[in-house]
């Protein structure tokens, strides 16, 4: 018996014995075992190629759909049991082109397909499992949602909604991930990178839920199945099953312990520390120059839209989204976040340094005055509250004089009336909103405020919250030459080659 068939007979056996009653989290188990480490800071010290295929390993519970009142799907090819999970016994023979539909009623699935007479009451989750038999150039596949994958399919009631889940090995899995995470543009070490980033973040969300270990899209990872790894199959092979068969079973360990590998689209040309972001502070999460975003200014204007962005939209539409009314007064501080224990109570304290900016220059609170109120936003909330495709911007509030702080940063200037200093010391007045204002010189004009009165403009650079490996970073990094270690050790050790974060081989296998 081949590896791969051992493989296929483990998960057969794991899932059978799955679950024997309703609202128990259906669950797989995988031992780790016999984990090897190698630095990543050795630039040669490539994996060497693994040409296996996927099928055996950890096993991951990718949702597909949660909170849907039913769900439909189909075996596309290969050899498929359905059985009821709470009783081990068939539902009915599966074959290929037949349609299965499951419904959430009460506590109960109802089921109605081929060999059934009507929709039929199960217990549940029921489980169309994988029976084996398929080649690396003939798996195993259903379709849910019109999606294709490989691999087994749960379903379950939760509360009268159905949870939908792909059950399969981690390297499977990632077939379906890397490719719709970084696209077709990057080469060979970014896809390497990706591959690696991508397999250590999904371990890192397992747990976090007690009834599947990762979601399928922008919330966790973007997973396509088969219909996404198949976007990159070109000329009878595949670059991105290539990647992750080169880096089977390696992940990212700081100090030891696995990382939660958080990517971001473009850093902007700087990643930032995770604490000015969400709410804790990593040391593999550090903000480091990422000058290599800038190549998505030879990609086309899609690309460059990640690097490179303006919004505008008026002070009432604005003051309408925030719920505050027509604008009056925006102000941005960069501040940088400290994170400290209360000695008493041991509770995680979160404070601003006063005089300081981030290591990127992302925005860290913004406080908004409008004719209805006020309203303060904070860290990466900014993102979602403008609709901003990150937090590294310039505000320009249309109609509004700004000056310098002792920062350097620009602070606008309120109040009915400001005075400036005229010829021979004497005060002159003028009033914000009233036009464009011009700052002289010899022979000719600037002007101080260009945006209209009732807009405001911001001004960006990259695309998503910013943390972690900047993905436009790691492509154009590679089209320079970089190997994938060296990509990694860049974003999540700051290029230190201090020994604190490490390549682990064999992770799960």
């Not at 950890?58 to 799907?73: D, I, Q, T, W």
């Not at 312990?257 to 040309?269: D, E, Q, R, V």
């Not at 904070?378 to 509030?397: E, M, V």
Request: aromatic fraction near 8%; hydrophobic fraction near 35%.
């Amino acid at each position: 018996m081949t590896a791969q068939q051992v493989g296929r007979l483990l998960l057969l056996c794991l899932l059978v014995v799955l679950v024997a009653c309703l609202g128990t989290p259906l669950r797989v188990q995988a031992a780790v075992a016999g984990a090897t480490t190698n630095t990543v800071t050795t630039a040669n010290s490539a994996a060497p190629a693994n040409n296996a295929g996927a099928g055996t390993g950890l096993m991951m519970r990718v949702a597909l759909n949660e909170g849907v009142p039913a769900a439909s799907f189909l075996v596309k090819q290969g050899s498929y049991t359905f059985t009821d999970s709470s009783t081990g016994l068939p539902l009915g023979a599966v074959k290929a082109g037949d349609t299965w539909t499951v419904t959430a009623v009460g506590t109960t699935l109802l089921v109605q397909g081929p060999g059934l007479k009507g929709a039929q009451p199960f217990k549940g989750p029921v489980l169309l499992q994988d029976a084996g038999g398929a080649s690396s150039d003939h798996p195993n596949l259903f379709q849910c949602n019109g999606t294709l994958y490989r691999g087994s399919l749960a379903i379950q009631n939760l509360s009268n909604k159905l949870l939908v889940l792909n059950i399969l090995d981690m390297e499977s899995y990632l077939y379906g991930v890397v490719g719709k995470e970084i696209g077709g543009a990057a080469s060979a070490e970014a896809l390497c990178a990706q591959a690696v980033v991508s397999r250590s973040y999904a371990l890192s969300m397992r747990g976090l839920s007690a009834w599947y270990d990762i979601g399928h899209d922008t919330d966790a990872q973007v997973y396509g199945g088969y219909s996404g790894e198949q976007e990159f199959a070109s000329g009878g092979g595949n670059p991105v099953v290539t990647a992750v068969q080169r880096t089977r079973g390696q992940v990212l360990e700081y100090s030891g312990a696995l990382i939660c590998a958080y990517f971001t689209a473009n850093a902007g040309g700087y990643t930032e520390d995770a604490e000015n972001v969400w709410t804790e502070s990593r040391p593999y999460l550090k903000g480091v120059a990422s000058d290599e975003d800038a190549c998505v200014d030879t990609m086309g204007s899609w690309a460059q839209s990640t690097y490179r962005w303006t919004k505008t939209i008026s002070r009432s539409d604005l003051g309408t989204q925030l719920g505050v009314g027509k604008i009056l007064d925006i102000q941005v501080s960069r501040n940088r976040t400290r994170i400290s224990t209360d000695p008493v109570t041991g509770s995680i304290k979160r404070d601003f340094i006063p005089g300081s900016v981030t290591v990127s220059g992302r925005a860290t609170q913004v406080t908004v005055t409008g004719a209805g109120g006020s309203k303060t936003f904070y860290r990466d909330n900014i993102r979602q509250a403008f609709g901003l495709k990150s937090t590294l911007f310039d505000l320009d509030l249309g109609g509004q004089l700004q000056g310098m702080d002792t920062q350097g940063q620009p602070v606008a200037l309120t109040g009915d009336k400001i005075y400036v200093e005229g010829q021979d010391g004497v005060p002159l007045t003028v009033a914000p909103g009233a036009g464009n204002l011009y700052a002289i010189g010899s022979g000719s004009a600037q002007v101080l405020q260009g945006a209209p009165a009732d807009q405001v403009t911001f001004s960006g650079r990259g695309y998503g919250h910013g943390v972690g490996m900047s993905q436009w970073g790691a492509i154009g990094l590679a089209i320079k030459g970089y190997k994938y270690q060296d990509i990694l050790e860049l974003y999540y050790n700051q290029g230190k080659h201090d020994g604190n974060l490490k390549l682990v081989g064999n992770y799960g296998n």
